[in-house]
Nanobody, 116 residues
Framework: QVQLVESGGGLVQPGGSLRLSCIAS????????MSWYRQAPGKEREFVAR????????NYADSVKGRFTISRDNTKNTVYLQMDSLKPEDTAVYYC?????????WGQGTQVTVSS
């Protein structure tokens, strides 16, 4: 059974930082690209960042480029999202994602709220 468990969300002031973690089980973690998505209230879920299985290929949404950093530790089956210079518009539920064709797996999400 595949499980993705996110943690690290919370309330932070604008300009602050948070680090999200996602621990994966039930998959060959070293073989899977991992992604982060987010969904703000009243909006569709959107792509945030992706990292290849070996970590050498990374992509970001334009809205977070230069502020967020995705990384992974294959010895811990964990993917991270370091979020700096946070803005109120970054407020959303953040989800961990991976795919193993034909299946797509999601975590339960972790809430990030950026507010003064």
């Amino acid at each position: 059974q595949v499980q993705l468990v996110e943690s690290g969300g919370g309330l932070v002031q604008p300009g602050g930082s948070l680090r999200l973690s996602c621990i994966a089980s039930g998959i060959a973690f070293r073989s899977n690209a991992m992604s982060w998505y987010r969904q703000a209230p009243g909006k569709e879920r959107e792509f945030v960042a992706r990292i290849s299985n070996g970590g050498g290929d990374i992509n970001y949404a334009d809205s977070v480029k230069g502020r967020f950093t995705i990384s992974r530790d294959n010895t811990k089956n964990t993917v991270y999202l370091q979020m700096d210079s946070l803005k109120p518009e970054d407020t959303a539920v953040y989800y961990c994602n991976t795919r193993s064709v034909p299946f797509v797996y999601w975590g339960q999400g972790t809430q990030v709220t950026v507010s003064s």
